[in-house]
């Protein structure tokens, strides 16, 4: 029997999302998400796609990834579909932080796994649990192949003008102190969906993407190859997140530091835990933040006003990194799903030859799904929503590596 199939693994801080895909069709047979580890009601969602089933639900407690996954594996297990069956070609993991290391996807062994390990320190959110995801599949099946597809792989190609930051040279290189970028998966997949949206060839497209999730980054995309990322030795620089900051002057750490009396350790946990829209007004949801808005809650709009504003300055900084745009592409939970963010973000951006068809941004059903052009016709520049695909795009890297295939076309 021939595998044909991937198991995608999507580990984030507190989170795991699980997708299993048949590689010959591309057609999802399971999908789930386990949420909250680590609280005492963890929550387990399991999609049986393959046979229609009922999607189950499990609340217990998962005390940590490991127990995570081994549930999730034990619902894969009772639709018939275990990490064991023969079909199972293999498994790709999302992986954070790759550093320079890792320019493509890579077959797991020991010393890829150090590596990973190595670089914890700079995606202390992300690379420990990413690990835990691989070492916990290798314990359930030996034998499989385990791919790492690495968020920071796409933003390679940044020139050194982009990727550097001006501080000393030496003291720089000896820390690996650079700009890698994350996300990247989503900023490839997205920006080649937008070429296709188009009817162009990624070759010939210029596009800014905006993937604003829960985490949130943009990225200057010329001809299909990364120039230009708004995040940076982490995944806190940029724009404002749900929790994390984005940019702030670097002496607002000193300060804290001298003056708040408070430890290196705080200011990591404040900035990346405690600031963006849930510092700003309590909610990182952005559907609470605009139910809020409409009943006239001040620090609610501050929050948006905040938000927005940076996005507006990273379109304006990466038209001028592209020279030429072709397209704004929205993508990830919010860029997908809010139709005032994506109309605030382009507003009054003519100048730039942006602009927003109000009936198209706020379509719902079934002209809201899949990649669409929310931009009137004629304008200059393309707006877009395209919708994001990590696990199909992690899937096509791992099967390409494990089969000696092409990647991509994706459809
Ligand atoms: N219908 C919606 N309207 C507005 N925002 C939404 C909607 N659905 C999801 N979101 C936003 O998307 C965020 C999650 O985005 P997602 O890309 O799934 O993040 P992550 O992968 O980082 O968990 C939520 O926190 C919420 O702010
Ligand atoms: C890198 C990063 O920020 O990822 P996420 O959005 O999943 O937190
Ligand atoms: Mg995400």
New binding site residues.
Partial sequence: MTATRVLVLNS?SS?VKYQLLEMTDESRLAAGLVERIGERQSRLTHTPLATGGERRERVEEFADHEAALRAAAEELEADGLGLDAPELAAIGHRVVHGGRSFTRPTLVDDDVLAEIRRLVPVAPLHNPANLTGITTAQVLNPGLPQVAVFDTTFHTTMPEHAARYAIDVETADAHRVRRYGFHGTSHAYVSRRTAELLGADPADVNVIVLHL???ASVSAVRGGRCVDTSMGLTPLEGLVM?TRSGDVDPAVVFHLVRVAGMTVDEVDELLNKRSGLVGLCGD????EI?RRIEEGDERARLAFDIYIHRIRKYIGAYCAVLGRVDAVAFT???GE??PPVREAALAGLEGLGLAVDPAANAAEGPAAEGPRLISPRGARVAAAVVPTDEELEIAHQTYALVTGADAHRTA
């Avoid at 990182?284 to 559907?287: I, L």
């Fill in positions: 984030g989170s999730g829960n985490g749900g990182n949801d952005m559907r605009r990830a939970g919010v799903n809010s």
